[in-house]
């Protein structure tokens, strides 16, 4: 698995994570921004690379496309991909489980939404959903030790070592996004990722938007492995990313938006 | 002084090797937890918070409620507190200890609990709540040990502790609102987002509470035959029932609001806990006893027949004990988390472990309060 997500280009250089961390932490800084994303195939968030002045502070955002999803009705392969790449563990019982991608019926993502008049019979469908990394994150003011925060770029993170396992943010989050280890999770891994940290018991878990990868310059692993181009990535910040164009030009919805939390995780209907 | 709680004689001494067992026994199911993780109690991805929790709050508000003897005695002068006002201070300090210990045994990650002093966050409630406790533990102990030691030399208490004491009044309303504020402010669970939370988490604490403490007054005249007197008796019995009445009366104006407005977001939680769906009745049963208990020792409390009668009196205080563990306790977490923000219903049954757990909490509170109510009579039986 480990690499598999490298675009040829990449391969070609070489580069080892350290270089990479590197030279995504000068890009941050606004240099070189446009020569380390210029790999990325045309059509996903590397439309960036087109703009000349980067801006400084970026809004990662995901769009899913529900129709292009419902196409293959049994497919899990964004879920696999996440799995495998961020050490989830397989656990029997579902009320111990550890989610970080999943399918629910249309129903339980969009309660408020079921008077809506929904095309193609959508509203028969699973949608995936995940932590929406919140503009307004309920999670991260409840917690009482600072283990859950916001990034500038919008990326809701956890620190694995800092948690104390209280589980506030569990009760505070109204999408359901996080999960606990109630055992410790090392014991339910068939095989371990070497570039993913493995967890704890006793501590708090969720998506993390790849940060990961995206630091390297690569796409969230459920977006590379949707075979329907179902999940867009990208920067909410550059109006010329794919994700800022669908969102113009296509209706498309959150979950519980009257909650005022402003999901980053985007629905097309 | 401390040594008086050593002095003993044979039943005394039974019953605290007794709680001693019992306290560990839960330890030893602690150290399982501690191994294995909380996977061995009955809380899950949807139910995160259980028994622990509950008792958390009911605890914290049996604490809150030693303000109800403190506040006629000190405020008021009402003299028939006298008797009994460090007995609520006592009972104020076994309870922080156990909702200390509650919350420290639902960490996932205990070793780390000091991380809430090292990455200090003013916007959690928890943190707050941390100090609140914290604090007014440390009053208590201060109070009831100071006025205890000055009552002992038949000296006057220094000028100093009557200011803690008028301090440790507003701080005791504190620690319960800053407990219902962990629940009431999240906009992820409907069923706590209510801003009668507080109001009701007082109301109920200041009839359990009392209700406590009624019952200690029993027992310490039954075993050591120290009066404490029927008018003081009476006028906690004053406090539990109208506590009571105004519990009922802010469970009812909340259910008023749920149901006549009728917003699924809200209702359905109420329809799951009074009336539960196919295959989940769960609590529905105990929240109709809670209910039911309530109106019953109302009744009891406020009939001048029954209130005198001791056996009544008992009867009531129990039933509004449990009334409010229910309602507050199970009632109100658990509920918090069924339906769970994606619709989906789950049963929450406590483990064996996690039931021993929190019995041996309740042992070690009641240790506490055994050896301080005894210092208490000694010193008070010496005057």
């Known amino acids: 698995m480990k690499g598999d997500g490298k675009n040829e280009d990449c391969k070609g250089l070489n580069l080892d994570r350290r270089k990479f961390l590197k030279i995504t932490g000068l890009s941050v800084a606004g240099l070189s921004f446009s020569s380390v994303f210029s790999f990325i195939p045309k059509g996903s ?123 506030y943010c569990m009760a505070a989050c109204p999408y359901g996004a996080r999960s606990f280890n109630w055992f410790d999770p090392r014991l339910f891994l068939k095989t371990v990722y070497q570039d993913f940290p493995t967890r704890t018991k006793g501590v708090v878990e969720k998506c993390n938007f790849c940060e990961e990868r995206v630091a390297r310059g690569f796409l969230p692993a459920c977006v590379e492995a949707c075979k329907e181009n179902a999940i867009v990535f990208g920067d909410l910040a550059n109006a010329d990313a794919e994700v800022s164009k669908i969102l113009q030009e296509r209706h498309c919805i959150v979950r519980k938006p009257h909650l005022g939390t402003e999901p980053k995780v985007f629905y097309i209907i | 002084m401390l040594s008086k709680a050593l002095i003993g004689g044979k039943k005394y001494w039974m019953w605290i090797i007794m709680l001693g067992a019992i306290a560990l026994a839960g330890f030893s199911s602690y150290l399982l937890q501690l191994r294995f993780g909380l996977g061995i109690t009955g809380m899950g991805k949807n139910v995160s918070w259980g028994l622990y929790i509950s008792n958390f709050t009911f605890f914290v508000g049996v604490a809150a409620s030693a303000v109800m003897v403190v506040l006629p005695y000190y405020l008021h002068n009402y003299k028939q507190f006298g008797k009994i006002t460090v007995f609520g201070e006592f009972l104020a300090v076994s309870s922080v200890v156990m909702t200390i210990l509650f919350i420290f045994v639902d960490l996932g990650q205990p070793a780390r609990a000091l991380n809430i002093i090292r990455y200090a966050s003013p916007k959690s409630l928890l943190f707050w709540d941390m100090v609140v406790l914290n604090v ?48 009431s402010g999240l906009v992820a669970r409907p069923f706590w987002l209510t801003a009668i939370l507080a109001p009701r988490f007082l109301a109920s604490a200041f009839a359990s509470g009392p209700a406590i403490l009624v019952l200690i007054c029993f027992v310490i005249k039954r075993i050591s035959g ?117 619709g989906e219903i789950t049963r929450y049954i406590p483990s064996n472990h996690e039931i021993a757990i929190t019995v041996g909490i309740y042992a070690i509170g009641l240790l506490i309060l055994t050896a301080l109510v005894k210092i208490a009579i000694s010193v008070k039986s010496e005057v």
């Open chain 2, 226 to 342: 120290f009066d404490t007197g029927r008018e003081a008796i009476g006028k906690l019995v004053q406090i539990i029932a109208y506590a009571t009445v105004i519990n009922i009366f802010l469970l009812l104006a909340e259910m008023f609001t749920v149901f006549y407005s009728d917003i699924p977001e809200h209702s359905q939680y109420f329809d799951l806990l009074f009336f539960g769906t196919k295959g989940y009745y769960l609590l529905s049963p105990f929240m109709w006893l809670s209910m039911v208990l309530a109106w019953l020792s109302a009744f009891v409390f406020i009939n001048p027949h029954t209130r005198k009668n001791d056996i009544f009196l008992i009867g009531a205080c129990l039933a509004v004990i449990i009334s409010v563990w229910i309602e507050k306790g199970l009632g109100l977490v658990v509920s918090g988390f069924v339906p769970s923000p994606l």
């Open chain 1, 45 to 167: 968030f590397a439309n960036q690379s087109k703009q000349k002045t980067s801006p400084s502070i970026r809004k990662w955002a995901m769009v899913i496309n529900l129709a292009a999803c419902a196409k293959r009705p049994n497919c899990s392969d964004c879920i696999d991909a996440c799995n495998i790449v961020h050490n989830i563990p397989t656990l029997k019982t579902p009320k111990k489980e550890i989610k970080w991608i999943w399918k629910v019926p249309y129903v339980s993502a969009f309660p408020e939404n079921i008077h809506l008049p929904v095309k193609n019979g959508l509203k028969g469908l699973p949608v995936m959903v995940l932590c929406n990394h919140c503009e307004n994150p309920p999670c991260v003011k409840v917690c009482p030790t600072k283990a859950t925060w916001k990034r500038e770029d919008g990326i809701v993170m956890m620190d694995y070592h800092r948690c104390i396992g209280c589980r």
């Open chain 2, 136 to 183: 007014y533990l440390l009053m208590n102990i201060i109070i009831g040990w100071k006025t205890l030691n000055a009552e002992r030399k038949s000296e006057q208490q220094p000028f100093w502790i009557k200011i803690l004491i008028i301090i440790s009044i507003p701080w005791a309303i504190s620690i319960h609102t800053v407990t219902a504020f962990i629940f």
